[in-house]
Nanobody, 116 residues
Framework: QVQLVESGGGSVQPGGSLRLSCAAS????????MGWYRQAPGKERELVAR???????NYADSVKGRFTISRDNAKSTVYLQMNSLKPEDTAVYYC??????????WGQGIQVTVSS
């Protein structure tokens, strides 16, 4: 069983920055397959950024150049650095662990609000 705990959300003005953290515990041996999704009110959950099963990074077009996913293997933690935030980035952000094409675990979700 895998547990994911997110932290670091909050409110920020447009153009600001936030860093989300996702701490993994349990039966997880690699951070490959870890990623971030988000869901805005009235919209479907969408991929933001992730590590592929081979460790490559993938980003949604809407966040390329502004968001960076990174990880600390020693801490079993994945980060999402979000810069140049826009109001349309407002959403609940979820950490996800996918293994073998299956969603093994989701975090509880954390609110990010971008507003002036």
């Amino acid at each position: 069983q895998v547990q994911l705990v997110e932290s670091g959300g909050g409110s920020v003005q447009p153009g600001g920055s936030l860093r989300l953290s996702c701490a993994a515990s349990g039966s997880i041996f690699s951070l490959n397959g870890m990623g971030w999704y988000r869901q805005a009110p009235g919209k479907e959950r969408e991929l933001v950024a992730r590590f592929s099963r081979f460790g490559f990074t993938n980003y949604a077009d809407s966040v390329k150049g502004r968001f960076t996913i990174s990880r600390d293997n020693a801490k079993s933690t994945v980060y999402l650095q979000m810069n140049s935030l826009k109001p349309e980035d407002t959403a609940v952000y979820y950490c996800n662990y996918n293994s073998g094409g299956m969603d093994v675990a989701w975090g509880q979700g954390i609110q990010v609000t971008v507003s002036s």
